[in-house]
């Protein structure tokens, strides 16, 4: 069983940028890909980005393609998302997740946190 936690969501004005990290206990992240999935409000919860159990591979949502990355330290468990340039229409409840594999679909993912809230004002 994997617990995950997010943290670093907040208020930011567009343009502005924030780091969202993901701290797992229960089990080591490192046989796991990773994803940051979001929801905003009145929608379904979407795909963002991924990252390989090893760090080598990474796919992101062509939305967020070349504002987003995402990293991953195995040593410490953790993920991160660091968003730049920001955009109202990235307001949304961030979810990381847990993967056997690399993908994009959510039904793949077999552990999820509870989420960060992103608001981001124009």
């Known amino acids: 069983q994997v617990q995950l936690v997010e943290s670093g969501g907040g208020l930011v004005q567009a343009g502005g940028s924030l780091r969202l990290s993901c ?63 920001l955009k109202p229409e990235d307001t949304a409840v961030y979810y990381c997740a847990a993967a056997r594999g690399l993908g994009v679909r959510q039904k793949n993912y077999d552990y999820w946190g509870q989420g960060t809230q992103v608001t981001v004002s124009s």
């Open 23 to 85: 701290a797992a206990s229960g089990r080591t992240l490192s046989s796991y890909a990773m994803g940051w999935f979001r929801q905003a409000p009145g929608k379904e919860r979407e795909f963002v980005a991924a990252i390989a159990w090893s760090g080598s591979g990474t796919v992101y949502a062509d939305s967020v393609k070349g504002r987003f990355t995402i990293s991953r330290d195995n040593a410490k468990n953790t993920v991160s998302l660091q968003t730049n340039s």
